[in-house]
């Protein structure tokens, strides 16, 4: 008999399987958890990390951070329209001045949303849009844009200008 109750001594139970797993799903969960958690504390700004504060803290400064960044999207979005509004009106009083000679209107304007700013194409006809660019450059930067490309090209004929830009941080 004493050898029976050593035999059971030695086999473990489903009970002591189910806590051995259980405590092994555990032990994943919490170090998935903390990878996650440093990976949401390197995506914030370093303003909004101050010093040691908890999980639920980074988790409330990340909602929060969450909540400026869609308040800012819209109020460039709101921009952006009012933007194209106002190229697609200046266009057409480009187009009223310079309509003695049709070679010189601006063809099109495009404007393309890229993450994190904007794209602008700009085909013309003419060669003296330099000084109209450099306004448009100046209005970019006012409207808190960075250029941080701005290209021309011929092509047949017509002029490609390029501008690339990106919201300030």
């Known amino acids: 008999m004493a050898e029976e109750n050593q035999h059971k001594i030695l086999v473990p139970s489903d009970n002591d399987e189910k806590k051995i797993i259980r405590r092994e799903v555990e032990k ?23 010093g040691k504060r908890s999980v639920s803290d980074h988790i409330a400064a990340a909602a929060n951070y969450v909540q400026f960044l ?7 979005e709101t921009k952006r329209d009012s933007l194209k509004e106002m190229a697609s009106s200046s266009m057409v009083e480009i187009g009223n001045e310079l309509s003695s000679d ?3 209107l601006v063809k099109c304007v495009k404007i393309n949303i890229i993450q994190g700013g904007v794209e602008i194409v700009i085909c013309s006809g003419f060669e003296d849009f330099s000084s109209r ?3 448009l450059l100046k ?27 990106e919201v300030f941080s």
């Open 28 to 50: 994943q969960r919490r170090m998935q958890m903390s990878i996650l958690c440093s990976s949401l504390r390197s995506s914030l700004p370093s303003d909004l990390i101050k």
């Open 70 to 76: 869609k308040q800012k999207t819209n109020e460039l």
């Open 102 to 104: 049709p070679s010189r």
């Open 133 to 135: 660019l450099s306004d």
């Open 139 to 165: 209005i970019i930067l006012e409207e808190g844009c960075d250029v941080v490309h701005c290209v021309t090209n011929q092509v047949n004929g017509k002029i490609f200008h390029t501008i690339k830009s």
